[in-house]
């Protein structure tokens, strides 16, 4: 059977020899059936206010649609999830495909601690200069090919749960930006799938944050980006590699 050997990295607050409190890397590897994967894609808009947001998104699309469409073809399930954009959809059948499954009703959420990010983001994070938030996007990004045959398109958390459920998907992962934003917080992201007791992990190296380094901890937009995956590796989700999916 085909299967993905996913090496799922997380971090853990323990103590050295010497009794002092450090953070430690801990690789779990997990080998899940391709069939029982399914991948959200988050907020890959045509878009974004952002200017900066907007070059790193273009950037990343070729190397994300790479992985989707060989993860496609191994059997895992693929989630379109650009949030706010479904009238665009209507009338695809992917989106008609997630509106019609079975709907699972969801269990209520475990507790879980959230404490706060390492950056700060309060300026709207774009570091090429906008500070006026408003709603460019239109669609999910035309360079990520979507199979109308195979494919969902949803930005409910609702829906993704019931497809997690309908397809008996044992490992998700998401991608997609913005990961201090978007890819925590909406209905179909990382806590609220944690917090439904869903396996989940980001692939780190298929994100972006929404950072500007004039601001806390006045630190690159790369290493603010690095940050925030490690925040999520010791609070959230375990993370991955794009790689592990296309080997």
Known sequence: MNHFNFSLRRQELTQDAGGHNSWRVVIEPRTVAAPQTAIVVCDMWDHHWSRGASERVEAMVPRMNSVLVTARQRGALIIHAPSETMPFYADHLARQ???????????????????????????????TGESSWYTAWSRQHAGLFIDPDRDLITDKGSEVYSALHHHNIAQLLILGVHTNMCVLRRSFAIKQMVRWGINVALVRDLTDTMYNPAQRPYVSHDEGTRLVVEYIEKFWCPTISSEEMTR
């Not at 019609?100 to 774009?126: C, F």
């Open 97 to 127: 495909r997630a509106q019609t499954l079975p709907q699972v009703e969801q269990p209520p959420p475990l507790e879980h601690a959230d404490p706060p990010l390492p950056i700060d983001d309060a300026d709207g994070g774009s570091d």
